[in-house]
């Protein structure tokens, strides 16, 4: 039985250590995959890399990681509750000053040293449960967080892919809007040379393909605008500075262009096991029920295992030993005097006087072990742990209209991007069919309007048609592919390349 306070305490220091290199290992881990994260933007910027600079450099990623990470420290606390205690003491002191003589009932001056050293350790047996609810409770909370951690990563994503397919199809408007402009430039070099032969039968006709091609040149110099806007747009949400000079691949062809094949049902369905929000509000809702059973666990006993080694040491005059011949070691107070009974004659000190024990002696005859079990039983609090169970029950109960609220929003965003991608694919079909109509009208209004046939008014209207028409389908297709994406986000099918 001595010895059992002594295994407690090696096995608390043992189990300490363990736990503590497991922390810093993980610690190491994190560290090292983060490492080597795109940060800068070279002389093309691709999606994947828009993308990853984005969610490295992102203000509210990185503090969802940062929020994750201290819900992991919260997790890690929680194992760590169940962990024996451990704590050792001691002190030494200087000891000076007049104290009682007992022998004779006389004061006396008298210094000396002392000192005492312990170590002592506790293990909780049972405390309701409550140690193995926070365990679950911090699970989930940290569960929770990863999820929300991959929402804001998936915001992102989904932001840099926009803001991408922007610069993508403003690039594609500027080079549609030099090539319109190109077509009345060949227009008005041929008007201009008839007006200079004196051919040009009509003035009006040459001033109205100046305006026209004037127009042209505004609509270039927005269009270019717009394009350098966007890029702008995609480094502040990069977070790093602007390079006007990088070059952006373009791996969208007409061939993407297809029905979306599934059903706005099915894609919720799909939605609801994926879709980062939604386990993240389930899981909010297993953290509270594991916080109401854990607030509930306070009603129950604490048993608890202590144990504990202490000892003490002092040089003070009434410190005693033993010598070889077994006398003890003792102050006297006792004089022999002459027969007058006025002159003292010596003072006697028993065989020993200011020998005093070792240090190592004392540390070793003085130590006291003890090891023993405690139960605390909860009468009353101040009904602490009555109402902390109702705020927990309301808390839960809170999580609970957050988790059905989210699968409701969830179900009307998916439904009401469906809709948006059905209009997005309708409108794309018919700018083919508006683009393809005007085309053919401009093509036969040129042509009567370079014979002569008509007037410089029935071309510009015709050729206006066409290019909004062209403008319009240009447009199209990259609002139909980005609804698209929207849907696969829901499906767990966002790729970016």
Not at 229 to 258: C, E, G, H, M, R
Not at 260 to 284: N, R
Not at 409 to 418: C, D, G, K
Request: with cysteine; aromatic share 10%.
């Amino acid at each position: 039985m001595r010895y059992s306070s002594f295994i407690l305490l090696f096995l608390s220091a043992a189990l300490c250590t363990t736990r503590l290199t497991a922390q810093n290992n993980a610690a190491a881990t994190a560290a090292q995959n983060t490492a080597g994260a795109p940060d800068a933007v070279g002389s093309t910027l691709t999606l994947p890399q828009a993308v990853a600079i984005a969610i490295k450099n992102n203000l509210l990623v990185n503090q969802a990681d940062l929020s994750s990470g201290g819900y992991k420290i919260g997790y890690d606390q929680s194992w760590e509750y169940m962990l024996p205690t451990l704590s050792a003491s001691g002190g030494q002191s200087e000891n000076f000053g007049r104290t009682l003589v007992t022998t004779n009932n006389s004061y006396a001056s008298t210094e000396f040293n002392s000192g005492s050293a312990g170590l002592s350790a506790g293990l909780t047996l049972f405390h309701g449960l409550v140690y193995q609810n926070n365990i679950r409770m911090q699970r989930y909370a940290w569960d929770a967080s990863k999820m929300d951690l991959q929402a804001q990563k998936d915001n992102i994503t989904l932001t840099v892919l926009l803001d991408y397919l922007s610069i993508l199809s403003n690039r594609d408007q500027v080079n549609l809007a030099y090539e319109q402009s190109k077509v009345d430039s060949v227009t008005l070099d041929r008007l201009t040379a008839q007006n200079k032969e004196g051919a040009l039968l009509v003035v009006s006709n040459l001033t109205d393909l100046q305006g026209q091609y004037a127009g042209d040149q505004i609509n270039i110099a927005t269009a270019i605008n717009t394009l350098e806007q966007s890029k702008v747009a995609l480094f502040a949400i990069l977070n790093v500075p602007y390079k006007a000079d990088v070059a952006y691949q373009n791996t969208i062809t007409a061939t993407d262009i297809s029905q979306y094949p599934a059903t706005s049902d099915t894609i919720f369905t799909h939605a609801m096991g994926i879709i980062p929000t939604i386990k993240s509000a389930q899981l909010k809702v297993y953290e509270y029920q594991k916080n109401l059973a854990l607030q509930r666990g306070y009603y129950y006993p604490t048993i608890s295992l202590n144990g504990s080694v202490s000892t003490n040491w002092t040089n003070a005059p009434a410190a005693t030993s033993f010598d070889s011949t077994g006398s003890q070691y003792v102050k006297s107070s006792s004089q022999f005097l002459d027969a007058a009974g006025t002159v003292p004659i010596y003072n006697q000190q028993i065989n020993g006087y200011n020998v005093y024990p070792k240090f190592s002696d004392q540390f070793k005859n003085d130590r006291g072990e003890s090891i023993g079990l405690t139960v605390s039983i909860p009468i009353l609090n101040g009904l602490q742990t009555r109402n902390n169970v109702r705020q927990a029950k309301l808390t839960l109960k809170n999580y609970q209209y957050q988790n059905a609220n989210a699968r409701y929003t969830l179900q009307q965003n998916v439904e009401s991007a469906f809709q948006n991608m059905i209009l997005a694919y309708k409108s794309y079909k018919f700018y083919i069919q508006q683009a393809a109509a005007f085309e053919e009208s401009f093509r036969v209004t040129n042509i009567r309007f370079t014979e002569g046939v008509i007037a410089s008014d029935a071309y510009i209207l015709a050729k206006g048609n066409s290019d909004r028409a062209e403008v319009n389908l240009a447009a199209a297709k990259y609002i139909y592919l980005f609804r698209t994406k929207v849907l696969d986000y829901y499906q767990g099918k966002l790729t970016i390349e």
